[in-house]
């Protein structure tokens, strides 16, 4: 069975500090994807980023950056002089391929804050 | 706007009574998806079709829950004799497949919010 874990419910910070936010999987699948989400105030959860397990590489956007590391099975993200726009959910997902139906599970969130 | 869209937004419904919601998904893709979130927690898987078939319903989705997506376009999730456990975020969201990649990222509507008093 896939699961998620996102150790931290909430995280607090000031403007413009840097901030990291941890995903830890379980999979017996040798392939499978990775995702984030954010899901502001509004409520709509947004799509961030797509990881394939067969790709370990570190990816940049902007202020943001992701951490793949199989050896660990995480999947850390992290966001560069956080603005106070950045105050949202952030969900980690798993996606098995085996199961080609693409559901995913995921885990249970991190609130972010970010003060200005 | 070509997003996913659902309707209604907000449902408060008496225990008992049956509710119906609906969700359009971005026109191009096959896959849709219903989820289920309460407070505090991630999305919860409850059913998926690919086209007009429904591939794959979870535990969760007990008898009184239905969905449908007749045409392959748009999709109803439809509980019966609604509980006040049934009271959460009902999350609809499609997906493109292509070829060999079977899982791409998932674009999710605004959610219905049921409220069963």
């Known amino acids: 069975a896939q699961k998620v874990t996102q150790a931290q419910t909430e995280i607090s910070v000031v403007e413009k500090e840097d901030v990291t936010l941890d995903c830890v999987y379980e999979?017996?699948?040798?392939?499978?994807?990775l995702f984030w989400y954010k899901q502001p105030p509004s409520g709509e959860l947004v799509f961030l980023i797509r990881?394939?397990?067969?790709?370990?590489q570190n990816e940049i956007s902007g202020r943001y950056s992701w951490n793949f590391q199989k050896s660990t099975s995480s999947f850390n993200f992290t966001i560069t002089a956080s603005q106070v726009v950045d105050s949202a959910v952030y969900f980690c997902?798993?996606?098995?391929?085996?199961?080609?139906?693409?559901?995913?599970?995921f885990g249970d969130g991190t609130t972010l804050t970010v003060k200005p | 706007d070509t997003g996913v869209s659902q309707d209604p937004r907000h449902k408060i419904t008496k225990r008992g009574q049956n509710v119906t919601f609906r969700c359009d998904p971005i026109?191009?893709?096959?896959?849709l998806y219903w989820y289920r979130q309460t407070l505090g927690q991630g999305p919860e898987f409850l059913t998926y079709?690919?086209?007009?078939?429904?591939?794959?319903k979870s535990r969760l989705l007990s008898d009184r829950f239905s969905a449908e997506r007749p045409k392959g376009s748009f999709s109803t999730l439809e509980i019966q004799r609604t509980e006040q456990g049934d009271s959460a975020m009902y999350l609809c969201?499609?997906?493109?497949?292509?070829?060999?990649?079977?899982?791409?990222?998932?674009?999710f509507g605004p959610g219905t919010r049921l409220t069963v008093t």
């Open positions: 969201a499609s997906s493109a497949s292509m070829g060999q990649i079977t899982s791409y990222e998932q674009y």
């Open positions: 999979t017996r699948d040798t392939t499978y994807y």
């Open positions: 990881r394939n397990s067969f790709d370990e």
């Open positions: 997902a798993l996606s098995e391929a085996n199961t080609n139906a693409g559901k995913s599970t």
């Open positions: 026109s191009e893709h096959n896959r």
């Open positions: 079709f690919q086209n007009e078939a429904q591939l794959e």
